[in-house]
């Protein structure tokens, strides 16, 4: 069974400094990976997605993120954090084949310091 | 515009007194899901269906009752709500051919308590 762990529940950062949200996944096949944000109050927001070809997928808001199959991870990065991303984000895995079933992780909330 | 619209977005209600949240799409998607979302536990799926008609459980049905009568609709129906069911709930939709597949919309949640 496919899954994702995102090992950080909080990420405290300042505004301005770089950042990296960590993203694990199991599945037996070439996944489909996604960030989602979660402002608060708010719905899910797509930031970015990866199906297949480079690695580094560029997303909006300034956000990328890289997939590597040696580590079975999918980390979320910006160079320079704002202190509009204060947020929950969450990496999700969809599966190839029949079923469309995504998995999302449990998130990580991101708390920006002035 | 692409939307999923929920409704209510906001709702108190009694233990035991039956409710429905209305989920709505206008992007003719074939997959719609509904979760749910608790603090550290994340977003668990609740019902999913693939199209008109055909409906399969998530991860944590119970509870809860969905239908599929219109492409466009898929409604939550709690028939008789209590407090664990307090909780954030989100609509998606995903159409599902080619690269756009598991590429998932959301609702913009509602906020359901149950008292």
């Known amino acids: 069974a496919q899954s994702v762990t995102q090992p950080d529940i909080h990420i405290t950062v300042s505004e301005g400094a770089s950042l990296e949200l960590r993203c694990n996944y199991s599945y037996g096949a070439t996944p489909y990976l996604f960030w989602y944000v979660q402002s608060p109050g708010q719905g899910l927001q797509l930031l970015l997605k990866y199906f297949s070809g480079d690695t580094l997928v560029q997303g909006i808001k300034g956000f990328e993120a890289e997939f590597k199959r040696s580590q079975s991870s999918f980390n979320l990065r910006k160079p320079s954090v704002h202190w509009s991303d204060a947020a929950e984000y969450f990496c999700a895995v969809g599966p190839s084949g029949g079923s469309y079933i995504p998995t999302f992780g449990r998130g990580t909330s991101l708390i920006v310091h002035p | 515009e692409a939307q999923v619209t929920q409704n209510p977005r906001y709702l108190i209600t009694v233990t035991g007194k039956k409710l429905t949240v209305t989920c709505s799409q206008n992007m003719n998607h074939e997959y719609m899901s509904w979760y749910r979302q608790d603090p550290g536990l994340g977003l668990r799926q609740i019902y999913y269906s693939m199209n008109v008609e055909v409906t399969d459980k998530g991860d944590v049905p119970e509870g809860y009752k969905v239908s599929r009568k219109e492409k466009r609709n898929f409604p939550l129906i709690l028939e008789s709500p209590s407090p664990n069911q307090t909780s954030l709930y989100f609509c998606?939709?995903?159409?599902?051919?080619?690269?756009?597949?598991?590429?998932?919309?959301f609702g913009e949640g509602s906020w359901l308590t149950v008292v």
């Open positions: 998606a939709s995903s159409v599902t051919g080619n690269r756009q597949r598991n590429t998932i919309y």
